[in-house]
């Protein structure tokens, strides 16, 4: 590779290439090199992860890590495959542990199918929530099933509490439930590791409204309770069941040792909850919910008004003619102050018009200021202006003008 000096020349020993001894190139290169075949391997190496012995901070997993894995039928010596991988984070009651997770570029849809569902044996949990005047909770139950069509339910775990001692209205209290309803399925999430689904039940359509809703329009007592629902559940796993289906007013009301022991509705819950999911009761909208009964938060409308003191005061001058003449000179006052040239003689005709049509505007702004507002602003006027059937606009000069209704006839002529 030295400069000025040609390959017979070079003192450098170099090797030939192994297939037709040429100086130019090596057997890597050479034409007539023959392609090894692949050699099959039987076992199947499986390279060590060493970030499964090390788990580091999860703000390792915002990147998505792309790495080569050897295809293991082939000699590594020939061939290497480049597949996708990612890192991703296996999560149990106990433990978090960093893997690779292989990724299937040449799939279009990723999700489990039902046979897989059912293969791992995955439970829904339903929750449901209830209140009275004296007391509110919430009850849990697992779904699972026994046969094709044939489902059956089991008690998991309820809890409730007496109500506050301050009366509230009922609507809170059904609030509250729905809290410990919420409460309950966080509790369960960390227990239980075969929930695939997790649906909660009101009978309440006005807590079923807040949750559903913005937390920030409501009052600060329904406001807090909801963020703490929807930190803990999402908003569309609620769905609203009647109160008489619900086993949950058995916990709330009362009920007798010997009737709890035989309660079937407070063991295995409501009835149809072992049917199919197209016999589940629904509640689509909330039209009918007053207004007064959600507890909007208050608004507080705040209209500013501006009042600009007027330099002249117009009742001191016994004439118009007078006004436009002590206004003018101010104008050119304050015109001769910009310039830095004061312009001396008498008024000119258009300094007179120009301080009538300042007046004519100040005038208009004292009784029509919402109309010019809405005009400079192109928007339509409102229904109760004076001048809507009038047609107002705003000329060159800023002045409010009417068309009348004569714009609108067709019988006179142009003449």
Same mark, same amino acid.
């Given at each position: 590779?030295?400069?000025?000096?040609?390959?017979?020349?070079?003192?450098?020993?170099?090797?030939?290439?192994e297939?037709?001894?040429?100086?130019?190139?090596?057997?890597?290169?050479?034409?007539k090199?023959?392609?090894?075949?692949?050699?099959?391997?039987?076992?199947?190496?499986?390279?060590?992860?060493?970030n499964?012995?090390?788990?580091?901070?999860?703000?390792?997993?915002?990147?998505?890590?792309?790495?080569?894995?050897?295809?293991?039928?082939?000699?590594?010596e020939?061939?290497?495959?480049?597949?996708?991988?990612?890192?991703?984070?296996?999560?149990?009651?106990?433990?978090?542990?960093?893997?690779?997770?292989?990724?299937?570029?040449?799939?279009?849809?990723?999700?489990?199918?039902?046979?897989?569902?059912?293969?791992?044996?995955?439970?829904?949990?339903?929750?449901?929530?209830?209140?009275?005047?004296?007391?509110?909770g919430?009850?849990?139950?697992?779904?699972?099933?026994?046969?094709?069509?044939n489902?059956?339910?089991?008690?998991?775990?309820?809890?409730?509490?007496?109500?506050?001692?301050? !009366?509230?209205?009922?609507?809170?209290?059904? @609030?509250?439930?729905?809290?410990?309803?919420? *409460?309950? &399925?966080?509790? #369960?999430? =960390?227990?239980?590791?075969?929930?695939?689904?997790?649906?909660?039940?009101?009978?309440?359509?006005?807590?079923?409204?807040?949750?559903?809703?913005?937390?920030?329009?409501?009052?600060?007592?329904?406001?807090?309770?909801?963020?703490?629902?929807?930190?803990?559940?999402?908003?569309?796993?609620?769905?609203?069941?009647?109160?008489?289906?619900?086993?949950?007013d058995l916990?709330?009301?009362?009920?007798?040792?010997?009737?709890?022991?035989?309660?079937?509705?407070?063991?295995?819950?409501?009835?149809?909850?072992?049917?199919?999911?197209?016999?589940?009761?629904n509640?689509?909208?909330?039209?009918?919910?007053?207004?007064?009964?959600?507890e909007?938060?208050?608004?507080?409308?705040?209209?500013?008004?501006?009042?600009?003191?007027?330099?002249?005061?117009?009742? !001191?001058?016994?004439?118009?003619?007078?006004? @436009?003449?002590?206004?003018?000179?101010?104008? *050119?006052? &304050?015109?001769? #102050?910009? =310039?830095?040239?004061?312009?001396?003689?008498?008024?000119?005709?258009?300094?007179?018009?120009?301080?009538?049509?300042?007046?004519?505007?100040?005038?208009?702004?004292?009784?029509y200021?919402?109309?010019?507002?809405?005009?400079?602003?192109?928007?339509?006027?409102?229904?109760?202006?004076?001048?809507?059937?009038?047609?107002?606009?705003?000329?060159?000069?800023?002045?409010?003008?009417?068309?009348?209704?004569?714009?609108?006839?067709?019988?006179?002529?142009?003449?």
């Open positions: 590779m030295t400069y000025k000096h040609l390959i017979s020349q070079c003192k450098v020993k170099i090797t030939p290439c297939t037709c001894q040429n100086l130019n190139h090596n057997s890597l290169f050479c034409p090199t023959k392609i090894k075949t692949p050699l099959r391997n039987n076992k199947t190496e499986i390279p060590e992860v060493d499964l012995k090390k788990p580091e901070t999860e703000t390792r997993m915002k990147d998505i890590v792309m790495s080569s894995v050897l295809n293991p039928q082939y000699s590594p020939n061939y290497a495959t480049l597949l996708q991988t990612a890192e991703v984070q296996l999560i149990n009651g106990c433990n978090k542990v960093f893997a690779r997770l292989l990724l299937d570029s040449g799939s279009q849809k990723s999700f489990i199918r039902n046979d897989l569902k059912n293969a791992l044996n995955l439970k829904p949990l339903h929750a449901l929530s209830d209140a009275s005047p004296k007391s509110f919430a009850a849990t139950y697992l779904r699972y099933k026994i046969s094709d069509n489902f059956n339910t089991r008690f998991v775990i309820s809890k409730s509490r007496v109500a506050p001692i301050k !009366k509230i209205t009922f609507s809170r209290l059904e @609030l509250m439930g729905a809290v410990v309803a919420a *409460r309950l &399925v966080k509790y #369960l999430k =960390r227990i239980f590791k075969d929930i695939n689904r997790i649906i909660l039940w009101s009978d309440s359509t006005i807590v079923l409204y807040w949750i559903k809703g913005s937390a920030s329009k409501f009052k600060p007592f329904v406001s807090n309770r909801i963020l703490e629902i929807k930190e803990n559940t999402e908003p569309v796993s609620w769905s609203h069941c009647s109160g008489k289906q619900n086993p949950t916990l709330t009301r009362g009920i007798t040792s010997s009737d709890l022991i035989n309660s079937e509705k407070l063991w295995h819950g409501p009835e149809w909850l072992k049917d199919s999911e197209n016999l589940w009761p509640l689509e909208g909330f039209e009918s919910i007053d207004s007064e009964t959600v909007l938060k208050s608004s507080l409308i705040v209209n500013l008004t501006i009042t600009r003191e007027k330099i002249i005061d117009p009742d !001191k001058y016994s004439s118009l003619l007078k006004l @436009l003449r002590v206004t003018a000179y101010i104008f *050119r006052f &304050v015109n001769a #102050l910009r =310039r830095k040239d004061f312009e001396k003689g008498p008024l000119a005709s258009e300094e007179l018009f120009n301080a009538e049509i300042f007046w004519v505007k100040v005038t208009q702004n004292d009784f200021s919402s109309e010019i507002t809405c005009l400079k602003s192109d928007k339509p006027l409102q229904k109760d202006s004076q001048l809507l059937c009038l047609n107002p606009f705003l000329d060159d000069n800023g002045v409010l003008r009417v068309t009348g209704s004569l714009g609108k006839t067709t019988s006179l002529s142009a003449k």
